[in-house]
T-cell receptor
Framework: DARVTQTPRHKVTEMGQEVTMRCQPI?????VFWYRQTMMQGLELLAY????????DSGMPKDRFSAEMPDATLATLKIQPSEPRDSAVYFC????????????FGPGTRLTVT | TQLLEQSPQFLSIQEGENLTVYCNSS?????LQWYRQEPGEGPVLLVT???GGEVKKLKRLTFQFGDARKDSSLHITAAQPGDTGLYLC??????????WGAGTKLIIKP
């Protein structure tokens, strides 16, 4: 049963600290997405990669957020320095070109910045 | 900017009732996906509709894509508590990006 995995599932940190979230996409999927979900804003696309190349990161605050894909099995989202307004659930999703470019989501990382 | 409006935002009904959730836009989409999200989990794809006028059924759930491919609906027959969750629609634009609706929070009371 292929699934997207994310670590950590929960993270509590203090303002100013660095946070790194990791994602393992489903094997064979060549597109990886990072989303942020909050009650107020809903699901927001932060960045996405195709064949490990960043295609769009316009949804990401550039000064503090960075996303990378060091290899096909790992995507990372880093926040440095973190702020209380970054508190949200961060989802990674993967997919592949095909009918509808369907996306498969991980369980998310719930981030709380105090 | 393309927008996808979902309605209602919140719906609480009794078990056994029927309901319809709507997803509307002024933009044309090449396809439209419906997801369900349960608390503490990521959204799970339910269905993709591609052709204008297409109707797909998933047990008690019926999905329809508008003829002009600008809108979609999800109808649930005889809702059950297990249907409780956040339902999200997402339209695929010409750049192969998903435009997400804000979601409909559905609660089915036993």
């Amino acid at each position: 049963d292929a699934r997207v995995t994310q670590t950590p599932r929960h993270k509590v940190t203090e303002m100013g600290q660095e946070v790194t979230m990791r994602c393992q996409p489903i094997l064979g999927h060549n597109t990886v997405f990072w989303y942020r979900q909050t009650m107020m804003q809903g699901l927001e696309l932060l960045a996405y990669f195709r064949n490990r190349a960043p295609l769009d990161d316009s949804g990401m605050p550039k000064d503090r957020f960075s996303a990378e894909m060091p290899d096909a099995t790992l995507a990372t989202l880093k926040i440095q320095p973190s702020e209380p307004r970054d508190s949200a659930v961060y989802f990674c999703a993967s997919g592949w070109p095909g009918q509808g470019y369907e996306q498969y989501f991980g369980p998310g990382t719930r981030l709380t910045v105090t | 900017t393309q927008l996808l409006e979902q309605s209602p935002q919140f719906l609480s009904i009794q078990e056994g009732e029927n309901l319809t959730v709507y997803c509307n836009s002024s933009s044309v989409f090449s396809s439209l996906q419906w997801y369900r999200q349960e608390p503490g989990e990521g959204p799970v794809l339910l269905v993709t509709v591609v052709t204008g006028g297409e109707v797909k059924k998933l047990k008690r759930l019926t999905f329809q894509f508008g003829d002009a491919r600008k809108d979609s609906s999800l109808h649930i027959t005889a809702a059950q508590p297990g249907d409780t969750g956040l339902y999200l629609c997402a339209g695929m634009d010409s750049n192969y990006q998903l435009i997400w609706g804000a979601g409909t929070k559905l609660i089915i009371k036993p």
